[in-house]
């Protein structure tokens, strides 16, 4: 799948950039869960013009309809994977579908979403960890659990069967294409159908009692839930977050490499919706701008 203009994140900022820069005449393609969106299931009440609360799914089901109504197209699917090569931009899908793209705008909201469980703050460096490309070397040999349901949880558990000796995949239920939860099974991580109740151990990571009373001994628990999160995108584009996993961009909404935008909660707070579909609005021009540019 071609597009001039590729948007990653389907929530405020993501729509309203896809809606901008479609109005722009440039075609668009939208990535992502509108579940993943902080601003869905949410009562807002301090959104400009509209004077009483407003329901966040509704919204954003409005934002869906109206880009769509201008040209652009919604995939609902997490990314796997981003590359940036030749001035040109794909992302992989966990369907195993590429998008190509002149320009990126990354609007995936903030990273490194917590499961709140009791323990989970208390070990947070100590076993605990939000990333397991970021750490996966310190597991070498030991046991882990992978928590989530999405396909970041899929890739992180595929992955650290190559570094530890044993890999829990700790899910309930699978939303995740069924060929990546099946490369992640194939490589050796076994999936434990549970939620956790809690993280345990003293000055660092020892247990993962679940909800279903079982106890989990494990050196290391890597919280990856819903889809790649908005750092590890950019690092695989190239760029490199700011220490609080924030992208840092200019007037227009570019980043310092050319071609990726990014907008919304991403680019730091205030964490609200007027910012995020201001900032959206901002970058979906820009980006348009930039492809049409390029094709020149």
């Not at 896809?18 to 440039?26: E, L, N, P, Q, T």
Request: charged letters at 20%; hydrophobic letters at 45%.
């Amino acid at each position: 799948m071609d597009a001039d203009v590729l948007v990653i994140g389907s929530g405020p900022a993501g729509l309203q950039a896809a809606i901008h820069a479609a109005r722009a005449k440039v075609g668009v393609v939208v990535l992502g869960k509108i579940e993943s969106s902080a601003a869905y299931s949410v009562k807002m009440e301090n959104y400009f013009g509209l004077p009483k609360t407003v329901d966040g799914t509704e919204l954003l089901m409005n934002g869906i309809r109206q880009a769509r109504s201008f040209g652009a197209e919604i995939v609902q699917g997490n990314i796997v994977s981003a590359s940036a090569s030749g001035g040109r931009f794909e992302a992989v899908l966990e369907s195993g579908d590429t998008v190509t793209a002149k320009a990126v705008v990354i609007a995936s909201g903030v990273s490194r979403v917590k499961l709140g469980v009791p323990g989970e703050k208390e070990l947070f460096g100590k076993g605990v960890s939000y990333c397991a490309s970021c750490d996966c070397n310190f597991y070498k040999g030991k046991r882990v659990a992978i928590v989530g349901n999405q396909s970041e949880a899929a890739v992180s558990a595929e992955l650290m069967t190559r570094y530890a000796s044993k890999v829990y995949w700790v899910a309930p239920q699978m939303d995740v294409d069924p060929s990546l939860s099946e490369k992640a099974l194939s490589a050796g991580a076994e999936h434990v159908a549970s939620a956790v109740g809690s993280i345990q151990g003293e000055g660092k990571v020892e247990h993962l009692l679940l909800e279903d009373g079982t106890s989990l001994d494990v050196d290391g628990v890597f919280i990856e839930l819903g889809g790649r999160s908005s750092a590890d995108m950019a690092m695989d584009l190239g760029l490199m977050p700011e220490l609080d996993d924030t992208i840092a961009v200019n007037r227009d909404c570019s980043t310092s490499v050319p071609g990726i935008f990014a907008c919304g909660d991403i680019t730091g707070r205030p964490w609200q919706l007027a910012k995020a579909v201001g900032e959206g609005a901002v970058a979906g021009l820009s980006a348009a701008a930039y492809a049409k540019k390029v094709s020149e």
